[in-house]
């Protein structure tokens, strides 16, 4: 099976923050497992949103919906590893783009991970894709 690699530059990172790996993100091989980074992920994903006021449904029903995702392990982390979180808007279409993410210890900058959401915007309402409000591209895709 070929492998993904995922290389984002560094100008594409517009946002960061940091989140503790818990002792309930621990799988049985004894560090991060992928379905909490994955959370975790998203939750800095969320972050971003909240940081530039973008909320994740307006009131006509529109909003973000995750197609596709894509995640290059680089090293191990553990509990209670500090990771900072990368976080920026990248590859842009008429309906959507892609959230690029980079995922380090906060303490040494060791790489943990590489990943990117694909991401459409979508009405909630009407259960339809939609194109990306113009609103979102002038912020964003500039």
Same mark, same amino acid.
């Given at each position: 099976?070929?492998?993904?690699?995922?290389?984002?530059?560094?100008?594409?990172?517009?946002?960061?923050?940091?989140?503790?790996?818990?002792?309930?993100?621990?799988?049985?091989?004894?560090?991060?497992?992928?379905?909490?980074?994955?959370?975790?992920?998203?939750?800095?994903?969320?972050?971003?949103?909240?940081?530039?006021?973008?909320?994740?449904?307006?009131?006509?029903?529109?909003?973000?919906?995750?197609?596709?995702?894509?995640?290059?392990?680089?090293?191990?982390?553990?509990?209670?590893?500090?990771?900072?979180?990368?976080?920026?808007?990248?590859?842009?279409? @008429? =309906? $959507?783009?892609? /959230?690029?993410?980079?995922? #380090?210890?906060?303490? !040494?900058?060791?790489?943990?991970?590489?990943? @990117? =959401? $694909?991401?459409? /915007?979508?009405?909630?309402? #009407?259960?339809?894709? !939609?194109?990306?409000?113009?609103?979102?591209?002038?912020?964003?895709?500039?």
């Amino acid at each position: 099976m070929a492998r993904i690699k995922l290389e984002f530059p560094d100008n594409a990172f517009s946002f960061e923050t940091r989140m503790p790996v818990r002792i309930t993100d621990i799988n049985g091989a004894n560090h991060l497992g992928n379905d909490a980074l994955i959370s975790m992920l998203s939750e800095a994903r969320a972050q971003f949103l909240v940081e530039h006021g973008i909320e994740e449904a307006d009131q006509n029903g529109t909003g973000i919906i995750v197609t596709d995702l894509a995640t290059m392990y680089q090293g191990e982390s553990f509990y209670p590893d500090m990771l900072r979180f990368e976080v920026g808007l990248m590859d842009f279409n @008429k =309906y $959507g783009g892609d /959230f690029v993410f980079r995922v #380090t210890k906060a303490d !040494t900058g060791q790489s943990v991970a590489m990943a @990117k =959401y $694909g991401f459409v /915007f979508f009405n909630y309402k #009407t259960r339809e894709v !939609t194109p990306m409000p113009e609103s979102f591209r002038a912020r964003f895709a500039g």
